[in-house]
Structures are given as C-alpha cells and as structure tokens.
C-alpha cells in the first residue's frame, strides 16, 4: 500500500488495527472490478483510507471505482459520554452531542483523498432504502447492538454482487473477547449458503458472495 497512505491511516483517530486495515485494502483492491466499495460506520475515516488506497490502486488495471462510506456521525452506544470508547474532542459543543463528520472530512482532506471517497451522512438502513447499485465490496463496521447489525446485515447484505465481497469488522466468538452482535451476522451470512469466508484477520472476516439467496 501507498508509504503516504500508510502514514495517514495510522495517524488518522479510529478502530481499525493495521493488520486488518491492510486486508482491507487488498481486500477493496482485488474486488473493485465487481463493483463501488461501500462502508458502513465512518467514523473518523480510519478504515476509509485502506479502503480508498485499494480502490486507487485497482486503477492500475483500468478498473475505475469509489468508496463510500456512510455515518450519521452522532457515534455507535461505546462512544457516547460515561461508555469505553467517548473521544470528548469529539464533542461538538453547539449541539452538545458527538459529530465525528469535521474530523472525517479533514482526515480525507489531509490523506489527499477527498475525491475518492464519497461521504454520506445518514442512517444505514435509510441510505439502504435507495441505494440500487450492486456493490463490488461491502464493509459493516457500524452499531454494535444486535438490532443495528442484524438491520445493516439485512438491509446491505442483498446489495452485494455475486463475485464480490462482504467484510465484517469486530467479529468475536466468545463474549470474553467482545460484543456478539457482528459474530452472529456473520453466522448468519455463512448459513444462509450466499457467502463462503475467504479471510480472515484479527476480528475482521471476509466472505465472498457465492450464491444468490441471502437470508
Ligand atoms: N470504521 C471506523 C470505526 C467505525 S465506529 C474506523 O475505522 O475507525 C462505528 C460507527 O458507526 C460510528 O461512527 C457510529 O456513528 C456509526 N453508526 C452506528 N450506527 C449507525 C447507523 N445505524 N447508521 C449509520 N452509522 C451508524
Ligand atoms: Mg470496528
């Protein structure tokens, strides 16, 4: 991956370790033939700039795709005040509550990348509800309540090509090493017989639309 890019990601605030940002990265850059790159849960851009470093790469083969990454920018439960993961430079002091949109947008700035990576501000599942395109690469890194993950599951899952891939962040199997909520849609992507898991690193999985049915 791009030495800049690099720098950039692992300067840039975020959850995404650097292994798994590389997958990421291989990962967008070996499926963006198939389709755009779509990410669910922004956040600051962290994982955006492995994402956006595979799809400027994929260019080299002629292959012309985009990222897009979709947040309502208020933060997941964790990240709000008194929970594990509250950033209070996060805080926006106007509305008293998270916006985590500014530091996205200057993240991308910054990374040389705000022509590649399309924002959206908004709920999943409302941006879902419009969205047509069959994607290349699909990566839910969103809510960490079982409703929100089951809901970005059932509302994106469908929208990925067959050919192309479904990425899921945070993927724990036991409740010592974290929440079940992205374990179980990753359960249930692989029984519904539409994907077969093609890597996997750290908590990130990776599975590749197979077959047509998605339940
Ligand atoms: N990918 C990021 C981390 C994402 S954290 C990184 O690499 O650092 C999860 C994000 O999902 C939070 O920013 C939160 O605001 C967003 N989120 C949670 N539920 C959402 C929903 N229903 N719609 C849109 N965004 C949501
Ligand atoms: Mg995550």
Known sequence: MDAEL??????ATGFMPEAEGLALYETAESYADAGPVLEVG???????IYL????????????????????????SEEHQPGWEYHDTSLVD?????????????????????DDDVIVIVGRSVDVARLWRIQLGML??????????????????????????V??????FET??????????????????????????EGSLRILERTGDAVG
């Open 6 to 11: 690099m720098k950039a990601a692992e300067a």
């Open 42 to 48: 922004s956040y600051c851009g962290k994982s955006a």
């Open 52 to 75: 956006a470093a595979g799809v400027r790469d994929a260019r080299a083969r002629g292959v012309r795709q985009q990222v897009v990454t979709i947040d309502h920018h208020r933060g």
């Open 93 to 113: 002091p106007e509305a008293g509550r998270i916006d985590t949109l500014p530091r996205l947008r200057s993240t991308l700035v910054q990374a040389g990348l």
């Open 139 to 164: 990566f839910i890194d969103g809510g960490h309540t079982d409703a929100a993950a089951q809901w970005d599951y059932e509302s994106w899952a469908p929208k990925v090509a067959v050919g192309g």
């Open 166 to 171: 479904l990425a899921i962040h945070d993927v």
């Open 175 to 200: 409740p010592e090493e974290g929440g079940q909520a992205p374990f179980r849609i990753y359960q249930r992507a692989l029984s519904s017989g539409a994907f077969t898991e093609v890597r996997h």
